[in-house]
């Protein structure tokens, strides 16, 4: 299962194999503040991606920029969330689960998660939380009768940062009860993927 973290700060290489930048679409500025401050650090670079037209933040859309820069992870990932007066938890859960299929892609094992940007119509608080959920259950995978490879590389630690001013603890309190509410259809899952054979009734039971 996941580890889950609220953060507070300017990105940094601790912040793992990736920062991920939400951005909704229609916005040249990307919308929140950690895109201005990765902006700044990269000298422009993610505004020109969306001012050229290579980004343009609609649902699911991911672009991988290379940071090169010792004070920032490898790597910032633009996630479009679509227009924010269509955006629902729904979609973000789906978005959520379309990242954790390019983190394994990437093999990442730590990413950190910016905050949903506020927007007209857009719940921030509840628009977060589903992008942790959705990446949560995306990121599922049951092994446990496949042959072992030592290559295989899996999302272990996940950082969020949230884009408003409730109190991280509060944040964290959130992301907990997201946690276990995915563990739980976790273990679910492995009981229903367990073949007949080895999950006997009176195992079950």
Known sequence: ????????????????DAVVVPVLKGNANGGGSLFKTLNASLKGALADLI???DFTGKCEE?????ARSKALPPRVILLGLGDAKSFTPEKGRRIGGRLARRALDLKLRKLTLGGVPAG??????????????????GSYR??????????????KSVGVVPDDTAPLKQHQEALN???AACSASHTARDLGNRPCNDLVPSTLA
Do not use: F
């Not at 299962?1 to 793992?16: D, E, N, R, V």
């Not at 049951?142 to 999302?155: C, E, F, S």
């Open 51 to 53: 001012k050229l037209g």
């Open 142 to 155: 049951y092994d446990d009768w496949k042959t072992k490879d030592k290559k295989t590389v899996t999302l």
């Open 1 to 16: 299962m996941l580890q889950i973290k609220a953060l507070t700060g300017k990105p940094a290489p601790a912040w793992g």
């Open 177 to 179: 009860t997201i946690a």
């Open 120 to 137: 007209a119509g857009l719940d921030v608080h509840r628009g977060t939380g589903a992008l942790v959920e959705g990446l949560c259950l």
């Open 62 to 66: 991911i672009h991988v920029v290379h």
